[in-house]
């Protein structure tokens, strides 16, 4: 069955740089989450997207962005990445408004250095 | 406010021994409840959902859990222990209906002793 797919799955940044996190849920799939999980935590949301349109937000930092595309697909944008940026950043998707269970994807491992 | 509380950070079992990881939330409304594992370096998968219908639910690699309302709890069990089941295990939940953000316990490691 088809997973969630995010990518790169590794990436190394320098402090000030930019980062850009994308994610392609399970198909027909209609909602994204985002998810921060630094070393030793628990994962926290960071945002969230229904059609296209942001549903939610948590603790996402102001220099963070998301959008969802027409083809469902969701891109994380971090700028000015700072040492506490590091963490694994994991996607996840839902299949519908009847739906409660989210299906997570691999996440991708940021190192700001 | 939604939140769960794991209440032991680190459990130690011995192989072919039942597993216990209890899980205690707290919510506004009626919640949906969810353990998910994580093996290290990997992603988060889902071992099984509760979503009020029946309370003792039944998940994947022989898991199980009760929702108890009165103790407002979401224990997770297994009768026997393998060495496979060693990973961090997350209480989650999640409440608002039309969003479902999930809130995370601060997870249980499971060590499984040979």
């Known amino acids: 069955a088809a997973g969630v797919i995010q990518s790169p799955r590794h990436l190394i940044k320098e402090k000030r740089e930019t980062a850009t996190l994308k994610c392609y849920p399970i198909p027909r799939h209609d909602t994204v989450y985002w998810y921060q999980q630094g070393p030793g935590q628990d994962p926290q949301f960071l945002i969230s997207f229904y059609e296209k349109m942001q549903s939610d937000k948590g603790s996402i930092p102001d220099r963070f962005s998301a959008q969802q595309f027409s083809d469902y697909h969701s891109e994380l944008n971090m700028s000015s990445l700072e040492l506490g940026d590091s963490a694994l950043y994991f996607c996840?998707?839902?299949?519908?408004?009847?739906?409660?269970?989210?299906?997570f994807g691999p996440g991708t491992r940021l190192t700001v250095t | 406010a939604q939140s769960v509380t794991q209440l032991d950070s680190h459990v130690s079992v011995s192989e072919g021994t039942p597993v216990l990881l209890r899980c205690n939330y707290s919510s506004s409304y009626s919640p949906s409840l969810f353990w998910y594992v994580q093996h290290p370096n990997k992603g988060l998968q889902l071992l099984l959902k509760y979503t009020s219908a029946a309370t003792l639910v039944k998940g994947i690699n022989g898991f199980e859990a009760e929702f108890k309302k009165s103790e407002t709890s979401f224990h997770l069990t297994k009768p026997s222990a393998h060495m496979s089941d060693a990973a961090e295990y997350f209480c989650v939940v999640s409440e608002r209906p039309g969003n479902e953000k999930l809130t995370f316990g601060t997870g249980t490691r499971l060590t499984i002793i040979p």
């Open positions: 996840a998707s839902r299949p519908g408004f009847r739906s409660v269970e989210q299906y």
